[in-house]
């Protein structure tokens, strides 16, 4: 391969699919490709946005990278890197990070990086309990939101209160203070997550040196084991399958049965029925709070919202438990492992220097690390779920006027939509007219449903543009697994076709044959069954309580600190991330062999 001249296409070459154009051209003007675009290096981020965006869910990517760049660029000041650009097309979101590479710009940042981020890692577990509050405060927030109302006439209370302020203004101010919360989580959401990942990197940058032959895997090893509240969820179904068993009212938890259906029963088995429900209950609040997907579409609802997801894992903990299996996942050991290869490890430095070095940056990754996966929780699932909630009620209000047939039609609208919308109906209340949008937006949202289905039926290239020689930004390497060698077998992807092995990094290691289960949205988890190799764009750990019937999993993408590749190590499950096109080359209910050691996957049929 000529590498000084490979390229995947230009985004200008990228054609809006026939009969979609309007739809596309809803996406603000800020997120569309124009030619200047081509000159640069843009990759499908297919881990956090692997289905079409509609236009409102847009605003996860907009909050969310708006966020990022206010922190690596000026917050923490990383030295080598800024933001991320973002576009879309074809409901498609590709992303294209901002580098530094100015020896004197790469020490001025680093003066400002070291005055902030090493304030951050001195007072880490104070600042981590300031932002735990600060998050629960604006969950409080957006729980404490009014309900939605315009009454035919203002409350007579209102009135002789003095408030002076009329019904259809709160319905401003409210969607307001929504989409304002959200963009402030997301602030949030990135105060430590860079700073985690650095701590990790610079760990991992003084092994490849120490240690030339050390693979990413076992590296990746010596931070496995840790504790983060993304994990309890699982934990809590694990904790109500025990409680079923020990109260004797396990046979009513059936595969096929639905949540209600079971939960009306429980409801007639006397005291230990009752006392299951109360189980359920503690758990629910918080722990139910975690939706089905990563946070970013408004379809992928809460447990709590739909019981369907931990109610189907039920069944199958229960069994386990029956046959005397701990359902414990497996951190005792994962941290004994990793104490044996930090020890290990140690054993080779030549220097008392080197291993001071060496006990500092484990110790620090030790103690930031969970906040990785952690955040999550809080920041993705309970409040995105929130947010996302009330948007819903936006929808059922605006539904109810006319403006569209359904509550989530509204999710067709962009935040700027929703607005104009919302004023709309405002202005109708207040003059006696009727609104406007029931004349304009019934066939937006329909021509706007249609292109999210058409898009959806077509691939879209994994990267766009000229492949850098170097990709330098080890963010990118280690959670996207965005690496020249990676660019290179994505180029070769049709040459490669006839292949029988697919190449990617080696997440968790184990080696393990099956048929596969290639699943392409979070709508198509039920279909996985015992055994199965599930095969998908990215995995993700809400989907915990379908690891206990995989045997195995391989991703798209992914790098070796991907949400994938950790929650694969965590869960002691053999795992190939990175691959680039497994679900466009794997067959569903093909046998495949995964080698996660090696991060080989080998077509067996």
């Not at 289905?51 to 990517?61: G, I, K, L, Y």
């Not at 973002?86 to 004197?104: F, L, Q, S, W």
């Not at 103690?367 to 009330?390: A, D, I, M, S």
């Not at 003059?431 to 879209?460: C, D, F, L, M, Y």
């Amino acid at each position: 391969m000529n590498t000084q001249s490979a390229a995947f296409p230009a985004p200008s070459s990228l054609q809006v699919l026939p009969g979609t154009e309007r739809a596309q051209a809803a996406y603000p003007y800020y997120m569309q490709f124009t030619a200047a675009d081509d000159a640069r290096f843009w990759f499908y981020n297919s881990m956090h946005f692997p289905e079409p965006m509609s236009a409102f869910d847009m605003v996860t990517a907009e909050a969310a990278y708006c966020a990022l760049g206010s922190s690596t660029t000026r917050v923490h000041c990383l030295p080598t890197t800024l933001g991320i650009d973002y576009r879309i097309i074809n409901g498609r979101v590709y992303i294209g990070g901002n580098a530094v590479t100015d020896p004197a710009e790469i020490a001025r940042r680093t003066g400002e990086f070291q005055q902030r981020a090493f304030y951050y890692y001195g007072n880490w577990e104070r600042l981590y309990a300031q932002w735990r509050e600060k998050m629960l405060a604006l969950i409080r927030e957006a729980q404490a939101l009014p309900k939605l109302e315009l009454p035919e006439f203002e409350p007579l209370a209102n009135v002789h209160s003095g408030r002076g302020i009329a019904s259809n203004h709160q319905l401003l101010e409210t969607y307001q203070k929504t989409l304002e919360g959200y963009f402030r989580m997301w602030h949030h959401h990135f105060e430590f997550l860079l700073l985690g990942y650095g701590a990790y990197m610079t760990f991992f940058a003084f092994c490849k040196k120490a240690f030339p032959e050390i693979s990413d895997q076992t590296v990746a090893r010596m931070v496995a084991g840790i504790e983060a509240e993304i994990f309890r969820p699982d934990e809590e179904l694990r904790r109500l399958a025990r409680r079923a068993v020990e109260l004797g009212v396990d046979a009513e938890f059936q595969e096929g049965r639905t949540a209600q259906a079971i939960m009306t029963a429980l409801g007639t088995r006397g005291a230990a029925g009752r006392e299951w429900l109360e189980e359920l209950a503690t758990s629910r609040d918080p722990w139910f709070n975690i939706n089905v997907g990563d946070g970013f579409y408004h379809y992928h609802r809460s447990w709590n919202d739909d019981l369907s997801m931990p109610f189907a894992g039920l069944p199958g903990y229960i069994a386990r438990v029956k046959a005397g299996e701990s359902l414990k996942r497996p951190i005792e050991k994962l941290q004994a492992q990793r104490r044996q290869l930090i020890q290990d490890y140690r054993d080779l430095l030549g220097s008392e220097e080197e291993r001071q070095a060496y006990d500092q940056m484990i110790a620090l990754a030790h103690r930031v690390f969970p906040y990785v996966e952690g955040h999550k929780f809080y920041c993705e699932h309970w409040y995105t779920n929130l947010f996302f909630n009330k948007i819903r009620e936006f929808g059922t209000l605006l539904a109810a006027h006319g403006f569209f047939a359904h509550e989530a039609d509204v999710f067709h609208l962009t935040h700027y939509e929703v607005e104009a919308a919302i004023i709309d109906l405002m202005t109708s209340w207040s003059n006696g007219s009727p609104p406007r949008g029931p004349e304009r937006w019934p066939q937006i949202v329909s021509e706007r449903r249609a292109a999210i289905g058409e898009w959806a039926k077509h691939s879209t290239p994994p990267a766009l543009g000229p492949v850098p020689d170097v990709i330098d930004d080890p963010a990118i390497v280690m959670l996207w697994g965005i690496t020249r060698e990676s660019l290179d077998r994505w180029l070769r992807a049709t040459s490669d076709a006839g292949s029988r092995e697919l190449r990617g990094f080696a997440a968790s290691s184990g080696i393990v044959e099956g048929p596969a289960c290639v699943v392409r949205s979070v709508e198509e988890i039920a279909r996985v069954r015992q055994g199965d190799i599930l095969v998908c764009q990215i995995t993700n750990p809400t989907w915990a309580p379908i690891f206990q019937k995989i045997a195995g999993a391989v991703s798209d993408i992914g790098g070796s600190m991907s949400h994938a590749a950790i929650v694969a190590r965590e869960f002691g499950l053999p795992a190939v991330v990175g691959t680039g096109n497994a679900t466009s080359r794997i067959k569903d209910g093909q046998r495949i062999r995964v080698d996660g050691g090696r991060g080989v996957v080998t077509l067996l049929s």
